[in-house]
């Protein structure tokens, strides 16, 4: 069963381009939380989402960020006109169920914004 | 809304001693906790949770928690560190009716010297 897998591990894009990371969970998890790390800071949650559906989305930003998760493939994070201060780790979590359970985190994307 | 508080960015001990990182929350319900451990360049894993029954929890590597309603703490203890323990530890809390949604302290990072 493998873990959370998340790509690209390292995404690199110019101001104003698109960047687009992509969640698989684990096998039989239906339930995706985003989070994003700046340097030297904590994780902040981001959205969390169920197939086809946006739970809750309280810690996107208003503008330029949407996210997915579709029926079939992976959980999708789009950041549209990326900017110097998008640079930072995005971590993808899947859980089976809501409560009392854990959520077993991917590995990052690490974005940088030249 | 719920935050954490974890007290000290930086923590240093010598290989055998024990480790104390130190978690304090608020939140208004009766509170999900976790702390988690990251490796550079890594995802995040659980090293132990606390939701109901025994308020000290034993995880994984030989770390433990405390739960102190009276406190609101969540401390991480060790009793002897070991160079492999040297990482950015993190304690997170949910609210146990709104998922996996956590909310993550600032992290702790742990030297551990020889």
């Known amino acids: 069963n493998a873990g959370v897998m998340q790509n690209p591990r390292h995404l690199v894009r110019r101001r104003g381009q698109e960047a687009r990371l992509r969640c698989s969970p684990m096998k039989g998890h239906s339930h995706v939380y985003w989070y994003r790390q700046l340097p030297e800071e904590g994780l902040k949650f981001m959205v969390y989402?169920?197939?086809?559906?946006?739970?809750?989305e309280s810690g996107m930003p208003k503008e330029r960020f949407s996210a997915e998760f579709p029926k079939e493939g992976p959980s999708i994070l789009r950041i549209q006109q990326v900017v110097r201060g998008d640079s930072a780790a995005y971590f993808c979590?899947?859980?089976?169920?809501?409560?009392?359970?854990?959520?077993?985190f991917g590995q990052g994307t690490r974005l940088t914004v030249v | 809304a719920q935050s954490v508080t974890q007290l000290g960015s930086h923590v240093s001990v010598s290989e055998g001693a024990l480790v104390l990182l130190r978690c304090n929350y608020s939140?208004?319900?009766?509170?999900?906790l976790f702390w988690y451990v990251q490796y550079p360049n890594q995802g995040l894993q659980l090293l132990l949770k606390?939701?109901?029954?025994?308020?000290l929890v034993k995880g994984i590597n030989g770390f433990e928690a405390e739960f102190k309603k009276s406190e609101t703490s969540f401390h991480l203890t060790k009793p002897s560190a070991h160079m492999s323990d040297a990482a950015e530890y993190f304690c997170a809390v949910s609210e146990g009716n709104a998922g996996n949604m956590l909310t993550f302290g600032g992290g702790t990072r742990l030297m551990v010297k020889p």
């Open positions: 606390y939701t109901t029954g025994a308020t």
């Open positions: 979590a899947s859980s089976p169920r809501t409560e009392n359970t854990e959520a077993f």
């Open positions: 989402l169920q197939k086809e559906n946006i739970i809750d």
């Open positions: 939140s208004s319900v009766p509170p999900y």
